[in-house]
């Protein structure tokens, strides 16, 4: 199946910080990426759908101006969580869907967030 | 929207018995059912997938069923080992294949 990376692995920040995470579609170009969080023992929630060259699409709830997402490239998606607070800790998993294919979504390995 | 409820939500068998995880869906427009394994610490790998014109797809020791008329679809995994161990995802996905509506998750234990 199709490769997705996400860097870094684990990030340790202090409160009022950004970080950004960056997800990449390795041997196929993603024009739709797409960003989750996930809480401990819980389900992917889905925050933002990410699409090349243009904005990025919210669900409702999450903030657009907190979770900056930019897709440049049909590779490379990021998203920059700025002034983070503890309760921005969390996981988050970022895939990408191959429009090649028939519509499977490929996940990356994910990106410990955790806020001091 | 979607609702997709996914049961149970942790399962424990023995070693090479089998493990049966349920979901179902409510949107009658969703067509394609993906199932996600998911180890500690890592994303949710896909492990079998089927659409809304098949009945049942199997890949040597996992197999998926559906049943739109029920609107539910199933994971079966035979002969489990110890690493099947991991939390499984069910999703059930719109017509747009962008949209992944996700069960709760199953936390499945083999014990040797």
């Known amino acids: 199946g199709a490769v997705v990376s996400q860097h870094p692995s684990r990030v340790i920040c202090k409160s009022g910080t950004s970080v950004k995470i960056e997800c990449r579609s390795l041997?196929?170009?993603?024009?739709?990426m797409f960003w989750y969080r996930q809480f401990p023992k819980q389900s992917l929630m889905l925050m933002a759908t990410?699409?090349?060259?243009?904005?990025?699409?919210?669900e409702q709830g999450v903030e657009k101006d907190k979770f900056l997402i930019n897709h440049a490239s049909l590779t490379l998606s990021t998203l920059t969580v700025t002034s983070a607070h503890p309760e921005d800790s969390s996981f988050y998993i970022c895939s990408a869907r191959d429009p090649q294919g028939p519509g499977e979504q490929y996940f990356g390995p994910g990106t410990r967030l955790t806020v001091t | 929207g979607e609702n997709v409820e996914q049961h149970p939500s942790t399962l424990s068998v023995q070693e090479g018995d089998s493990a049966v995880i349920k979901c179902t869906y409510s949107d009658s427009a969703s067509n394609y059912f993906p199932w996600y394994k998911q180890e500690l610490g890592k994303g949710p790998q896909l492990i079998i997938d089927?659409?809304?014109?098949?009945g049942e797809k199997k890949d040597q020791r996992i197999a998926v069923t559906l049943n739109k008329t029920a609107k539910h679809f199933s994971l079966h995994i035979t002969e489990t080992q110890p690493e099947d161990s991991a939390v499984y995802f069910c999703?059930?996905?719109?017509?747009?294949?962008?949209?992944?509506?996700f069960g709760t998750g199953t936390s499945l234990t083999v014990i040797p």
């Open positions: 089927i659409r809304s014109n098949v």
């Open positions: 999703a059930a996905v719109g017509n747009t294949g962008n949209q992944f509506y």
């Open positions: 041997d196929f170009q993603a024009t739709t």
């Open positions: 990410s699409n090349e060259g243009s904005k990025a699409t919210y």
